[in-house]
Every structure is written in structure tokens, then in C-alpha cells.
């Protein structure tokens, strides 16, 4: 098992940036595919964006494409997302997952479903003023 551990969330302006981190003990993560998600209140959690074990491969979801982006450092078991021009509607939970392969496509479709992941971080809150 995998454990991940986000940090670098807080409270920004609309139209300021943040990066967050997710810190991975455990398992294998060299050869483990890593996402990011997000859970606003009342709404279902929410892919972002995914990369492959080798950080060479990356995946994003339309709403945060030329926005966010995801990358990894396996020298020191880390994830990271750079979030610029922060939306208020960017507001809710962000967390960290895990899943055993490496690549973030299936040979039909991206790894973009909470299924998709075995292992989760306990999330980071972002808030977003207007």
C-alpha cells in the first residue's frame, strides 16, 4: 500500500497561483501512475489530471487545461500540482491518488475514474476569494 500525504493548499485571490504537493511513502512509486481530484461541497469528486510512472506522460481534464499542471519527482517520491489563475469555482478539497500501473492510458480510454485509484491522500483545502 501506498500513503500520500498533500499539503499546500490555503486561501488565494482569484487570478493568483498555488502548488501543491503530495508525498508518497510506501510501495513502488517509480513505477506507480499518480492523480490529482477534487471534491467541491455538494458536488462529486472530480478527475484533474493524471501522469505516468516516468513523468512523461500527462493527461488533463478540460476545465483546468493551460492551467494546472501535474509533475513528479521519483528521487524524492513526489507529486506536484501548479495551479495559475486560480477561479473561485477552483474552490474544494484537493487530494492525491495512487494506482499500481504506470501509464495513464488503457489502450481505450485515459485514467480518469475514481475506480481507476487504490490509494488516496486525506486532501488539501483550497479556497478561492473573489
Known amino acids: 500500500q501506498v500513503r500520500l500525504v498533500e499539503s499546500g493548499g490555503g486561501l488565494v485571490q482569484a487570478g493568483g497561483s498555488l502548488r501543491l504537493s503530495c508525498a508518497a511513502s510506501?510501495?513502488?512509486?517509480?513505477?506507480?501512475?499518480m492523480g490529482w481530484f477534487r471534491q467541491a461541497p455538494g458536488k462529486e469528486r472530480e478527475f484533474l489530471a493524471v501522469?505516468?510512472?516516468?513523468?512523461?506522460?500527462?493527461y488533463y481534464a478540460d476545465p483546468v487545461k493551460g492551467r494546472f499542471t501535474i509533475s513528479r519527482d521519483n528521487d524524492r517520491n513526489m507529486v506536484y500540482l501548479q495551479m495559475n489563475n486560480l477561479k473561485p469555482e477552483d474552490t474544494a478539497v484537493y487530494s492525491c491518488?495512487?494506482?499500481?500501473?504506470?501509464?495513464?492510458?488503457?489502450?481505450?480510454?485515459?485514467?480518469?475514474?475514481?475506480?481507476?485509484?487504490?490509494?488516496w491522500g486525506q486532501g488539501t483545502q483550497v479556497t478561492v476569494s473573489s
Open positions: 491518488a495512487a494506482r499500481p500501473g504506470g501509464a495513464v492510458y488503457s489502450g481505450r480510454r485515459y485514467y480518469n475514474r475514481i475506480s481507476d485509484y487504490h490509494s
Open positions: 510506501g510501495g513502488t512509486f517509480g513505477s506507480t501512475a
Open positions: 501522469i505516468g510512472w516516468s513523468g512523461d506522460t500527462t
